[in-house]
């Protein structure tokens, strides 16, 4: 056991310290709220216009960079769980260059799947949160998380509990850098909003490990449902539903949290009257 998992075990000292390690967390989650939100803003994908922005982000990453699907014409990728789904973008304000996306796919009408149950139902071993024990009208699946390689790519290390990474620092000022590692838990809690405020009880995704881990350092604790497999690369399948995801989520990232609820709230409701 190193030093610093020694002194975190010490009574008192340990106690001590963990609370310290929180507030100082807690406090650079405020800060990253902040920044997030004069730099980043979430939108619902409400248009046609829009979710064509999504399309050819999940084509840049899918199948220009890590071509998990083949190049498509009219450069967008597409597939046949979109007709039952809603899609969150995240974009950088200075430049409007959509940055990410996300989509939440629901059961909509008789017959229809999640991703999950479709590709990779095996990989599920947790009997009792399997998606067959759920009403069907309340089970969903955050999938085709996609973020853009410059928006991505680790310069360094520096920022702590990053699960993407940062672009060039010639290119972007140095407030903004700190943003661009939570892109990804923007989009999850993009994500959540879209699947709370449209009745979903139980929400399924697979995601590397290693990122389920980053996630957790914000208190967004996703349960593992069966072991790693590879699809699209090393992913297993995880679960988490709203109680899990509003009462682990660190008292900082609330704050960024109910900022992006309030935006993505008010674009569904737009959404529904559509």
């Known amino acids: 056991m190193n030093w610093?998992?020694?002194?975190?075990?010490?009574?008192?000292?340990?106690?001590?310290t963990k609370k310290l390690v929180s507030m100082k967390v807690s406090h650079?989650?405020?800060?990253?709220?902040?920044?997030?939100?004069?730099?980043?803003?979430?939108?619902?994908?409400?248009?046609?216009a829009l979710k064509e922005e999504v399309f050819k982000i999940r084509?840049?990453?899918?199948c220009e960079e890590l071509a998990f699907e083949e190049i498509k014409e009219g450069s967008q990728e597409k597939d046949e769980f979109d007709e039952q789904s809603i899609f969150s973008l995240i974009k950088h304000k200075p430049s409007s260059i959509y940055t990410s996306c996300v989509r939440v796919v629901r059961i909509q009408k008789e017959g229809q799947l999640l991703p999950i149950?479709?590709?990779?139902?095996?990989?599920?071993?947790?009997?009792?949160?399997?998606?067959?024990?759920?009403?069907?009208?309340?089970i969903c699946e955050i999938s085709r998380l996609a973020?853009?390689?410059?928006?991505?790519?680790?310069?360094t290390d520096q920022y702590k509990g990053s699960g993407?990474?940062?672009?060039?620092?010639?290119?972007?000022?140095?407030?903004?850098?700190?943003?661009f590692p939570f892109i990804a838990i923007g989009l999850y809690m993009a994500a959540a909003t879209m699947a709370i405020d449209t009745g979903i009880k139980h929400a399924y995704v697979m995601m590397e490990p290693r990122l389920a881990h980053s996630m957790k350092f914000v208190g967004i604790k996703f349960k593992q449902l069966g072991e790693p497999i590879d699809y699209h690369g090393l992913r297993a399948p995880y679960y988490i539903n709203p109680k899990m995801f509003l009462s682990n989520l660190s008292p900082g990232f609330k704050n960024l949290y109910k900022i992006i609820r309030h935006d993505i709230s008010e674009q569904l409701t737009e959404l529904k009257s559509i």
């Open 4 to 16: 610093n998992k020694r002194l975190l075990n010490t009574p008192i000292i340990g106690d001590l």
């Open 28 to 48: 650079e989650a405020n800060d990253i709220a902040e920044h997030f939100t004069q730099f980043l803003e979430t939108q619902v994908a409400v248009t046609n």
């Open 59 to 62: 084509h840049n990453v899918y």
């Open 117 to 138: 149950e479709k590709f990779c139902l095996d990989s599920i071993t947790d009997e009792k949160l399997h998606p067959s024990r759920f009403n069907r009208n309340e």
């Open 147 to 155: 973020v853009k390689a410059d928006f991505r790519r680790r310069k």
């Open 164 to 179: 993407t990474g940062v672009i060039q620092a010639s290119s972007y000022s140095e407030v903004e850098l700190r943003c």
